[in-house]
């Protein structure tokens, strides 16, 4: 019997690879699969190598613009907290702008190179998860370097630690939404511009 | 300027060189797991080759599938004129920052 690997991981490496590489990366990780990693390790730890090996690939296409979007959520914490003001309109539409425009980008960017528009819905959720996690770390980094009195009054001003610890996981649905929009729109305009569809997953 | 290379992207393009001919993704990815003593993602040798490829150090083509892949083709890689000229010109500088260095290295240098 042939091993084969999950097949969701399968298609989760599939959307965020570019359409024309996605045969050649992923027979690469077919054939080690089989011809190394299975018979040494069996098939559960087969299964988990070729999981990570995918995710991976996952963390590496998104982690630019999770960069971008966690940066700005913490640059914008950071202002709230060493900077207090009274009136957020500015700054929310300047970090709400960064944040959605973050999502935009990377949902166009990785629905054009795998021409599928699910790989725009990955990359909004990838986007804003590994964001997250880049916020909180971020906030956690700051509000160890700054917790006097004077900053703790302008966290409770901003909307408390709870705000600031839980909205950057209340924007993984969001981070989905826009990232699926944009994705459609960037493997429409793929596949207008260079036409060819994208190569169905090859079973055993 | 010149193209000064990452120790990642040394080991990547000197194994297309070593491997010549059979340089396809998997035969890269084991071959620079060898040099390096370690493990390396597959992710990671595929993004380097990526990368080298839109900068024109290396050029590739689509070879057949195998069973053991169900069919899916190989990409060959081999270097392009920019890519051994980046391998020298790296190599010449790493040389010229060690030259009249004594190796390896001890506190009393």
Same mark, same amino acid.
């Given at each position: $019997? ?14 965020? /690879?570019d359409?024309d590489h ?17 018979? *040494? ?19 590496r296409s998104?982690g630019f613009w999770?960069a971008i !979007? %966690?940066g ?33 980008v990377?949902?166009?960017w990785? %629905?054009w190179r795998?021409?599928? !528009? ?6 909004? /959720?990838?986007? *804003?998860?590994?964001? *997250? ?16 009195? &004077? @900053? $703790? ?6 909307? &408390? /630690?709870?705000?600031?610890? @839980?909205?950057?996981? $209340?924007? /993984? ?12 729109? &960037? ?18 | 300027m010149a193209d000064i290379l990452g120790a990642f992207e040394q080991a990547v393009l000197l194994a297309i060189v070593r491997l010549g001919?059979?340089a396809?993704g998997? +035969?890269v990815l084991?071959e620079v797991?060898?040099r390096l003593?370690?493990?390396v993602a +597959?992710g990671a040798v595929h993004a380097t080759l990526d990368r080298l490829e839109n900068k024109g150090l290396v050029g590739s083509r ?13 990409r060959f890689y081999r270097l392009r004129p920019r890519g051994f000229r980046a391998l020298n010109e790296t190599r010449a500088a790493v040389e010229s920052l060690w030259r009249g260095l004594?190796w390896?290295l001890?506190?009393?240098?």
């Amino acid at each position: $019997m042939t091993a084969t690997p999950p097949e969701w991981a399968e298609a989760l490496l599939r959307l965020v /690879l570019d359409r024309d590489h996605a045969d050649s990366v992923s027979g690469d990780l077919l054939e080690e699969y089989r011809a190394t990693v299975h018979p *040494a390790r069996g098939q559960s730890r087969a299964d988990r190598w070729y999981v990570m090996q995918t995710f991976g690939y996952v963390a590496r296409s998104a982690g630019f613009w999770a960069a971008i !979007f %966690g940066g700005a959520f913490v640059a914008r914490t950071s202002l709230d907290w060493l900077a207090p003001t009274d009136d957020f309109h500015v700054r929310s539409a300047v970090s709400t702008s960064i944040g959605v425009g973050t999502l935009m980008v990377a949902g166009l960017w990785a %629905g054009w190179r795998s021409s599928r !528009f699910a790989a725009g819905t990955l990359a909004g /959720l990838a986007t *804003a998860g590994f964001g *997250a996690v880049v916020s909180i770390v971020g906030a956690v980094a700051l509000l160890a370097v700054a917790h006097d009195p &004077g @900053t $703790m009054a302008a966290i409770r001003g901003s909307g &408390g /630690l709870a705000e600031v610890f @839980t909205l950057p996981l $209340m924007l /993984l649905l969001p981070g989905a939404i826009v990232g699926t929009v944009a994705g459609v729109a &960037g493997a429409a305009v793929r596949r207008v511009l260079s036409p060819g569809s994208p190569s169905p997953t090859i079973n055993p | 300027m010149a193209d000064i290379l990452g120790a990642f992207e040394q080991a990547v393009l000197l194994a297309i060189v070593r491997l010549g001919e059979d340089a396809y993704g998997r +035969a890269v990815l084991k071959e620079v797991q060898v040099r390096l003593d370690r493990d390396v993602a +597959a992710g990671a040798v595929h993004a380097t080759l990526d990368r080298l490829e839109n900068k024109g150090l290396v050029g590739s083509r689509l070879g057949s599938g195998t069973p053991i892949r169900s069919g899916r083709p190989r990409r060959f890689y081999r270097l392009r004129p920019r890519g051994f000229r980046a391998l020298n010109e790296t190599r010449a500088a790493v040389e010229s920052l060690w030259r009249g260095l004594d190796w390896p290295l001890g506190e009393s240098t």
